[in-house]
């Protein structure tokens, strides 16, 4: 069972949140997918199949927290960072890979497993079971302590989104209470996901037949800008006029980001990390850019608020 490799089952994107007696609807963490192979050994499982037991070895102690001799659990990695899910800090330990790193991170950064499905129990494959039965036997079996928690389940699907929208988190998981756990995507589980907005430094933007066409977004952790990704997408006229006629005086020669982009055949007009930008957004991607972002609007503030 150990050497056992499994595409972990994922939710299909869903438009709008609905109710239905048939569905369970869970919050949907912004973390790292993390499947948990217990027996003799702990080995942990990414959803992209690679291996991640040494990242976290606070999730370790699971072979205590399991009244069995092997199981295959399923759940997020998420680091609760001021009161919410950091998608930024989680991916922070997720790329570390010197073990003196991963120690320090594993104490300034610490991690919470938050699991809902247990796929394999005692030689017993649960897969075929109905999705309510599985959840039963992880509440069975498994100790909540620590960094280790049971999903909260709960009946009202636009109740729950209005919530999570309110508190800027990622979005929800509906789940049909009779379903089976199949390998990748399936129409038995849907996501529906909110959109949710970031303060960017305007770092440069790229130029094109002497109109600029993108704005270059940025964004400071601790003392560094680093690139977060580009938008055009709700740019207005007097957008792009901002960005011609009165960012004159901030223009630098280098780029004011530790990793800024490199696009053969793009023209960029780098600026000094003074304008600031809000973005709504759908995600973070996993090599920390924002997926399908919009500008919101320019914003006076300080360009220290933009962080990650």
């Known amino acids: ?51 991640k037991t040494e990242k976290y070895p606070e999730l370790h102690q699971l072979k205590d927290l399991i009244k069995a001799r092997e199981a295959i659990l399923d759940g997020e990695v998420v680091v609760i960072h001021k009161g919410k899910p950091s998608f930024p800090e989680v991916i922070r330990r997720d790329f570390s890979s010197d073990m003196g790193k991963i ?7 610490p991690v919470d497993y938050i699991i809902f499905d247990i796929l394999y129990l005692n030689g017993m494959d649960l897969t075929g079971m109905p999705l309510y039965r599985r959840q039963e036997i992880l509440a069975e079996v498994l100790i909540e302590k620590g960094p280790v ?22 979005g929800i998981v509906a789940k049909i209470k009779d379903s089976p756990y199949l390998f990748g995507k399936s129409n038995y589980w849907k996501k529906v996901k909110c959109r949710r907005s970031q303060l960017c430094v305007a770092g440069g933007y790229v130029l094109k037949d002497g109109r600029p066409m993108s704005i270059l977004l940025g964004a400071f952790r ?43 055949g793009e023209t960029y007009v780098w600026l000094k990390p003074l304008l600031t930008v809000k973005v709504e957004y759908a995600e973070w991607t996993e090599d920390m850019k924002l997926r399908a972002p919009s500008l919101k609007g320019f914003c006076c503030i300080d360009p220290r608020q933009c962080s990650i």
């Open 103 to 109: 120690k320090s991170l594993t104490a300034a950064i």
């Open 149 to 170: 928690h049971i999903i909260e389940n709960f009946d009202k699907g636009k109740d729950l989104f209005n919530a999570v929208s309110e508190q800027g988190l990622e």
């Open 222 to 264: 601790e003392d560094r800008l680093l690139y977060i990704g580009r938008v055009s997408a709700g740019m207005k006229e007097k957008d792009f006029a901002i960005l011609r006629d009165f960012t004159t005086d901030l223009i630098i020669p280098e780029p004011p980001f530790l990793n800024p982009p490199h696009i053969k």
């Open 1 to 51: 069972m150990l050497d056992m490799w499994i595409q972990p089952m994922e939710p299909v994107p869903h438009p709008r949140p609905f109710d239905s007696e048939d569905y369970i609807f869970q919050v949907k963490w912004d973390g790292v997918r993390i499947l948990a192979f217990i027996g003799e050994r702990i080995r942990l499982q990414s959803k992209k199949l690679k291996d």
